[in-house]
């Protein structure tokens, strides 16, 4: 499909999506309309994939917030107090977390060499091994989809939920 195609498209789904294509792109509530359905479709993708990670995990005993920070410690370990602001926890009740998923062998608890107050948590081998598994599958899906979405097309998105996360931070600011 031909990229302007495939951007003409991408605005009838929303249009259709939105009262049955009878909103216009020309009003302001269409417009808020759209920036709705769209916050809400990223909300449905992170549900989706949590619900394909807690499948991986099915049977362990883990909750979905021991799922995301066992991904998010696949990518890289984190400082205690890093981790807790990426989660949106305190710190308090992700030491509790930290604790149980130390006792079940998902993550590793050591002193930072350079700062020995600082926590680093890192993934475990136990851990690994699932995160792995779900990345591959990830992989596969994502390569399955290269002739559909285009990486130029995966960058443009990146970029542009790079920046609606800026003005979402900038707006929560004001609500502080």
């Known amino acids: 499909m031909h990229e302007k195609n495939k951007i003409y498209y991408a605005s009838e789904i929303f249009e259709t999506e939105i009262n049955g294509g009878k909103l216009g792109m020309e009003n302001e509530d269409s417009n808020v309309e759209i920036r709705m359905a769209v916050l809400r479709k990223l909300y449905t993708f992170h549900k989706k994939f949590m619900e394909i990670a807690m499948n991986l995990f099915e049977g362990e005993g883990l909750s979905r917030t021991e799922v995301m920070i066992l991904l998010m410690l696949q990518r890289r370990e984190h400082k205690t107090t890093d981790l807790a602001r990426e ?74 939920l790079c920046r609606l996360e800026k003005e979402l931070d900038k707006a929560g600011d004001k609500f502080k």
């Open 87 to 160: 989660v949106g926890i305190p710190t308090s009740t992700l030491t509790g977390i930290i604790d149980r998923l130390l006792k079940k062998g998902y993550v590793l608890r050591n002193r930072s060499e350079q700062d020995r107050r600082a926590v680093i948590i890192s993934i475990g081998e136990k851990a690994l091994e699932k995160t792995g598994t779900l990345s591959g599958r990830m992989e596969r899906l994502l390569d399955s989809m290269e002739n559909e979405l285009p990486e130029k097309w995966w960058s443009d998105i990146y970029a542009e």
